[in-house]
T-cell receptor, first 112, second 114 residues
Framework: DQQVKQNSPSLSVQEGRISILNCDYT??????FLWYKKYPAEGPTFLIS?????DKNEDGRFTVFLNKSAKHLSLHIVPSQPGDSAVYFC???????????FGAGTRLTVKP | NAGVTQTPKFQVLKTGQSMTLQCAQD?????MSWYRQDPGMGLRLIHY???????DQGEVPNGYNVSRSTTEDFPLRLLSAAPSQTSVYFC?????????????FGSGTQLSVL
């Protein structure tokens, strides 16, 4: 029962263009949503988060958008850089619960 | 600053063997957890702890034991390894408990069970 779904296993974009990574969830109890980035042979690292009271959060080149009615969030990277090439995981958790659920990940490749 | 340290990085076991994956953090975090990463499945929570002496089960706890005797250490024990436990294991910690916390991950342990 995957409550967090990333339906695109991979995405390839040109350097300088926008990367859009998508994530869908099924559990209406989720209140917090996070994105993690993972390089090969390393652990995931936190990138950006958003709570359900907001619909947008921005940090430099990274912006996360939340559409609660559609149970959908997306991560925008503008402009994309070759160093952004990694696997991106979407994660979600309820407000008062330690059970954080992750999606299967999307492998982003940014071509020079 | 070491952060979250996992040992070993690689391990090969035979079916039925037992072993302990070690995890230590030096950030004085109350929350620690273990995840496994499998292809197409993402990261799944095995066990977690919100402080010394307190542990609880996550999404996939069967076949694993944990204990938390100190704030720094959170070992994961495989009691009788099975091929289905072949995976990459990540330990993570956080200064917060509850929802929405930012997790700090170790670099992982790649385990193969033959």
């Amino acid at each position: 029962d995957q409550q967090v779904k990333q339906n695109s296993p991979s995405l390839s974009v040109q350097e300088g263009r926008i990367s859009i990574l998508n994530c869908d969830y099924t559990n209406s109890m989720f209140d917090y949503f996070l994105w993690y980035k993972k390089y090969p042979a390393e652990g995931p690292t936190f990138l950006i988060s958003i709570s359900s009271i907001k619909d947008k959060n921005e940090d430099g080149r990274f912006t996360v958008f939340l559409n609660k009615s559609a149970k959908h969030l997306s991560l925008h990277i503008v402009p994309s850089q070759p160093g952004d090439s990694a696997v991106y995981f979407c994660a979600a958790s309820p407000y008062n619960n330690n059970d954080m659920r992750f999606g299967a990940g999307t492998r982003l490749t940014v071509k020079p | 600053n070491a952060g979250v340290t996992q040992t070993p990085k690689f391990q090969v076991l035979k079916t039925g063997q037992s072993m302990t994956l070690q995890c230590a953090q030096d950030m004085n975090h109350e929350y620690m957890s273990w995840y496994r990463q499998d292809p197409g499945m993402g990261l799944r929570l095995i066990h977690y702890s919100v402080g010394a002496g307190i542990t609880d089960q996550g999404e996939v706890p069967n076949g694993y034991n944990v204990s938390r005797s100190t704030t720094e250490d959170f070992p994961l024990r495989l009691l009788s390894a099975a091929p289905s436990q072949t995976s990459v294991y990540f330990c993570a910690s956080s200064s917060r408990t509850g929802g929405g916390k930012k997790l700090f991950f170790g670099s992982g342990t790649q385990l193969s069970v033959l």
